[in-house]
C-alpha cells in the first residue's frame, strides 16, 4: 500500500489513539501464568519414555469438547502468521510496534496453556494433534490484500468472537480446571477486542466514510482465522450444533455490540460512499438474522427427537 494513500494517512493519525490504548491495556491486563492452569500431577509418560501411549477412553472430554478445544488450540498456534499479518499492515515502529509485540507476547500464552493441559490430562490424541499442527502452521494464515483498517475492523470482531469461543468452550467441558482456563485465556482476548475497537472508534472520527467501507466489507466477508485447518467444517458443525459458537451468537454477541459501540447506524457524518456502505451492512445483517434464527429452530427441532429418543443433546 502507497504510504501516501488515504488509509495510511489514517494509520499515522491513530499512532497517538494506539500509544493511549497500549497504556491502557498494559494498566488493565493482569499477569498471569500458564503453569499455573495445569494439573501436572496427571501427567506421565508416554511409550516414547516407557510409559503408556494415548487412548481414547483416558480424556475426560465428550466429542463436542474435544472438537472444540482442538479447533482452538489450533487457531492459536497460527500465532507466527498472525503476527506476521499485524506486523505488516501496522508496523513495528512506535506505538504500532509495541503493540504488535505485545499482543504476540499475551497470544503466545494461550497456545501454551491450552497444548499443556491437554496433553497432561491426556484430553485429545497428542498424535494427531502435532500432526494437525505441522499441516495448519505449514499452510499458514493469509488475510489477502485487507487494508489497515480492514484489518482493524477484522480483529475487533476476530478477538471478541474468539473470547465467546474459548469461554463457551469452556463451559462446555465440564471441567472445572478447562473452564477457569478458557475464562482467564478469554479476559485476555476481551481487553484486545476493546483496544482493536477502541482504535476503528478514532478512525470512524477521523474518516468516517473509508472506515464504514471496512467495516461493512468485514462484517459481510468474515471467517474465522482457522478456515482452513483440516475438519474444519465438520469440527465448525459440532461446535455450532452444541451451542458453543454459530450464527445466533456471531449475530447477537459479536457483531451486534460492536456495531453499537461505534454507533453505526446512528452516525450523521456519513458522505455518499459511506452511507452506500451502511445500506450495504445493514441488508446483510438482516440476511443474517434470518440464517441464525433458522439454524437456533432446525437445531431445537433436533434436540426436541433426540430427547424424544432418550437421547441427551449436546449444550452449553
Known amino acids: 500500500m502507497s504510504q501516501t494513500s488515504p488509509q495510511a494517512a489514517v494509520l499515522t493519525e491513530l499512532e497517538p489513539v494506539v500509544a493511549e490504548n497500549l497504556d491502557r491495556h498494559i494498566r488493565m491486563a ?3 501464568h500458564p503453569h499455573d492452569y495445569v494439573p501436572w500431577d496427571e501427567g506421565r509418560n508416554f511409550a516414547f519414555l516407557g510409559g503408556e501411549d494415548w487412548s481414547p477412553e483416558q480424556s475426560r ?9 482442538f479447533v482452538n488450540l489450533l487457531t492459536e498456534d497460527n500465532l507466527p502468521s498472525y503476527h506476521r499479518e499485524i506486523a505488516t499492515r501496522f508496523g513495528r515502529d512506535g506505538a504500532w510496534g509495541q503493540w504488535v509485540g505485545r499482543w504476540t507476547a499475551e497470544e503466545g500464552r494461550h497456545g501454551v496453556a491450552l497444548r499443556d493441559y491437554l496433553v497432561v490430562t491426556r484430553g485429545v490424541d497428542p498424535v494427531e494433534l502435532e ?14 490484500d485487507k487494508t489497515p483498517l480492514e484489518a482493524v475492523a477484522y480483529v475487533s470482531f476476530q478477538e471478541l468472537a474468539t473470547r465467546v469461543s474459548h469461554r463457551n468452550t469452556g463451559k462446555a467441558t465440564g471441567d472445572p480446571i478447562a473452564d477457569k482456563l478458557l475464562a482467564r485465556i478469554a479476559t485476555d482476548e476481551n481487553l484486545h477486542m476493546i483496544f482493536y475497537r ?40 459440532i461446535i ?32 455518499p460512499e459511506g452511507e452506500q456502505a451502511r445500506e450495504q451492512l445493514a441488508d446483510f445483517l438482516t440476511g443474517l ?25 449436546v449444550q452449553v
Open 131 to 144: 500432526r494437525a499442527r505441522m499441516d495448519y502452521m505449514t499452510t499458514g494464515y493469509d488475510s489477502g
Open 30 to 32: 493482569k499477569e498471569w
Open 289 to 313: 438474522d434470518a440464517q441464525a434464527t433458522k439454524f437456533v429452530e432446525s437445531r431445537e427441532r433436533m434436540r426436541a427427537r433426540m430427547l424424544a429418543k432418550g437421547q441427551t443433546p
Open 61 to 69: 472430554l465428550d466429542q463436542t469438547a474435544k472438537a472444540a478445544m
Open 198 to 237: 477502541n482504535l476503528v472508534t478514532a478512525a470512524f472520527d477521523i474518516d468516517p466514510d473509508e472506515t464504514m467501507k471496512a467495516v461493512a466489507n468485514e462484517v459481510m466477508n468474515f471467517e474465522m482465522p482457522g478456515a482452513n485447518m483440516a475438519n474444519f467444517r465438520k469440527n465448525s458443525t
Open 240 to 271: 455450532a450444533k452444541a451451542g458453543i459458537y454459530d450464527l445466533r451468537l456471531h449475530h447477537d454477541e459479536v457483531v451486534s455490540p460492536v456495531l453499537r459501540t461505534w454507533k453505526v447506524f446512528d452516525r450523521s457524518d456519513l458522505g
